[in-house]
């Protein structure tokens, strides 16, 4: 937390951006910010009430400044909505440069979507995953317009007689846009101005605590990145729960199963990332994850017990860090030169850090990346470019259904008091929310035994669907082995730094109740690390 935090100052002028959750906190001061350097930004958001209040409040902060910010409504709790939202845009634009993927939610009021999954698992890794994998063939063609103006770029400058490294002293290559012909402004770099919070200087003053600094790159001229990228805020929380294929959806609410299902989506969201790197490689296409750090938001006031005891203690130790400071790795992603070419990265504090191990863990990707293919395919199908082996990927997937789903009834089956049996390939308990010791120790897992003695209703219909998915491929779901694990002991949890992720309590799809009190699309301050269940992003 105490690290130096930085962005370059650039010029983006031209280049198309979404900002999902960009009605509030991180993702309010990306699409900003952004809209700020020339961006062509979309506020992507479920409520248009918000989204439209969010853009006029951008254009008051960023007065005389005309900013291109649009709304476009997108419900991340519906696989149609998503898919809907991805076809209008790419049938009013021709390029995507930037793709920030920033909405979330840690505890919502509703516990499951309308297409039967956990809101957890939908809103931050499957719906997410739709729409990147939707905007693939526009990404690698806007990709390839901006390589080639690059190479033009270049080209223009040797054959002048100047030093093709002067692009690196302010003037960046065109946009792919203006590599096709069309009037648009060359994406050169702007000069930085002199700042200790990373933001600009026509941003207002900020408040609350502070920690670490923050501050623009430098006051050169620097160049944008010249790579198209698809930006994911994760969490440090994919690092506290191991890794496990949880497709359950639960029909009562509880706190620790609600935390635990969030570290496994932002745990899914980190594994995704990386291969869809894996299958999707393409020069100038990068795709990155991230932890924005502890952010102080108005969310924490509804936190209730250990949690908010714990959120305020930082919040009075000034450990929490502004909106504005949380923005600053998911902009350094975004703009960075010094990444181009690195390939798929996770970021800690505009730094590489390493993934946990469970996440780097190749049959893990796998089975994640197959198991949600095949929840997609009905929207993927007729996506050009793709070049998925919709077979392998169905047959692979019933192999991991027909898993978890013996897992879950073996869990729903064990009477109160005892545990479980437990699969090797498929852990099945269900685990407590850490104890304050845990914010100092290696976050280990407790297991706790359901209360729930009848059938699981979901286990059978993942029964089903397992079947069903193998009838199509040819495939048995009951003769084919589960994968193995590649080493006979998982990765244990990394230690908790107490350095958390700022989002949205919620996805809401229903007015909140007086039982359920909520702040509608606002973000939360992430107790990832120290595991409090968290968000990095807005959800409306």
Not at 151 to 161: L, R, V
């Amino acid at each position: 937390m105490g690290s130096q935090l930085s962005f370059p100052e650039v010029n983006i002028e031209g280049r198309n951006v979404i900002v999902t959750g960009a009605n509030t906190g991180i993702g309010y001061v990306t699409a900003k910010t952004l809209a700020r350097m020339g961006g062509r930004v979309t506020v992507a958001c479920r409520s248009e009430e918000k989204g439209l209040e969010a853009i006029e409040q951008m254009k008051k902060e960023l007065d005389g400044m005309n900013p291109h910010l649009s709304f476009a409504r997108l419900d991340l709790s519906s696989l149609q909505q998503t898919g809907e939202f991805v076809a209008d845009y790419c049938a009013k634009n021709e390029h995507l440069h930037l793709l920030v993927l920033n909405a979330g939610c840690s505890l919502p009021a509703k516990l499951t979507t309308g297409d039967g999954y956990s809101m957890q698992y939908q809103v931050n890794f499957l719906s997410h995953l739709l729409m990147t994998l939707m905007f693939v063939p526009m990404l690698r063609k806007t990709a390839d317009a901006m390589q080639a103006a690059a190479a033009a770029a270049i080209k223009d400058e040797a054959s002048s007689g100047g030093d093709a490294s002067s692009a690196s002293k302010g003037k960046s290559p065109p946009t792919a846009e203006a590599a096709e012909g069309e009037a648009t402004s060359a994406t050169g770099a702007a000069e930085a101005p002199s700042s200790t919070d990373g933001s600009s200087q026509d941003s207002p003053p900020r408040k609350g605590p502070r920690k670490g600094k923050t501050k623009a790159k430098s006051t050169e001229l620097v160049p944008a990145s010249n790579e198209v990228r698809v930006v994911s805020v994760s969490s440090q929380g994919h690092t506290v729960k191991k890794y496990e294929l949880d497709l359950r959806v639960d029909t009562e609410r509880n706190e620790d199963r609600l935390f635990k299902l969030y570290c496994l989506s932002k745990l899914y969201q980190v594994m995704a990332t990386q291969a869809l790197a894996r299958h999707f490689h393409h020069p100038g296409l990068a795709f990155h994850s991230l932890h924005p750090g502890m952010v102080k938001t108005s969310i924490t006031r509804d936190m209730e017990g250990f949690w908010k005891t714990f959120t305020s203690v930082m919040n009075f130790t000034g450990q929490l860090r502004t909106p504005e400071q949380g923005a600053c790795t998911t902009l350094s992603c975004c703009l960075d030169s010094q990444w181009d070419g690195i390939g798929t990265t996770y970021f800690d504090s505009c730094k590489p850090k390493t993934i946990s191990r469970d996440a780097q863990n190749v049959e893990f990707q796998a089975e994640v990346w197959n198991v949600a293919l095949s929840q997609l395919e009905a929207y993927l199908q007729d996506v050009p470019g793709l070049e998925i082996d919709w077979s392998e990927v169905k047959a692979a997937a019933a192999r991991s259904l027909s898993t978890e789903a013996a897992a879950s009834a073996a869990t729903a089956a064990a009477a109160p008091g005892e545990q479980a049996p437990v699969d090797d390939n498929a852990a099945t308990a269900t685990e407590a929310t850490p104890t304050a010791d845990a914010l100092t120790q290696p976050a280990a897992d407790v297991a706790t035994v359901s209360e729930n003695t009848e059938a699981d209703p979901k286990a059978e219909q993942m029964k089903q669907t397992a079947a069903s998915v193998s009838n199509e491929t040819e495939t048995s779901a009951e003769t084919a082995p589960a994968p193995e694990s590649s080493s006979p002991e998982r990765a244990a949890s990394s230690v908790v730094d107490a350095t958390m992720g700022e989002e949205a309590k919620e996805v809401d799809t229903e007015p909140a109740s007086a039982a359920s009190p909520r702040a509608d699309g606002e973000p939360e301050a992430e107790a990832a690390d120290a595991g409090a269940a968290s968000a990095e992003a807005s959800a409306e």
